[in-house]
């Protein structure tokens, strides 16, 4: 069974850059791609950014584009997500998962992490 844990949240000023990190163990032949979600206050949860263990380009959802960036250590088996620029909109609890494919559709994977939560101020 695989399991996820993510850490690297916090409170930070808008402007500023997070590294957030989903340490991965108990992979599966079907865990090729790990995908970011954020999940704010009174919205739905939404995929941020995936990436596969396979190789290929990290896939982003357009509203972090530019300022989210993905990236796996396969030695680690470790995801990193760098945030900058930060913004309030940014606020949320991100989680990070496991999928057979690389998508920014909850619905696609079956294995969450518990979260951790950034907080943006203006």
């Known amino acids: 069974q695989v399991q996820l844990v993510e850490s690297g949240g916090g409170s930070v000023q808008a402007g500023g850059s997070l590294r957030l990190s989903c340490a991965a163990s108990?992979?599966?032949?079907?865990?090729?791609?790990m995908g970011w979600f954020r999940k704010a206050p009174g919205k739905e949860r939404e995929g941020v950014a995936a990436?596969?263990?396979?190789?290929?380009?990290?896939y982003y959802a357009g509203s972090v584009k530019g300022r989210f960036t993905a990236s796996l250590d396969r030695a680690k088996n470790t995801v990193y997500l760098q945030i900058d620029s930060l913004k309030a909109e940014d606020t949320g609890m991100y989680y990070c998962?496991?999928?057979?494919?690389?998508?920014?559709?909850?619905?696609?994977?079956?294995?969450w992490g518990q979260g951790t939560q950034v907080t943006v101020s203006s």
């Open positions: 990436i596969c263990r396979g190789g290929g380009s990290p």
């Open positions: 998962a496991i999928a057979s494919i690389l998508s920014l559709e909850p619905g696609r994977y079956n294995s």
């Open positions: 108990g992979y599966t032949s079907s865990s090729k791609c």
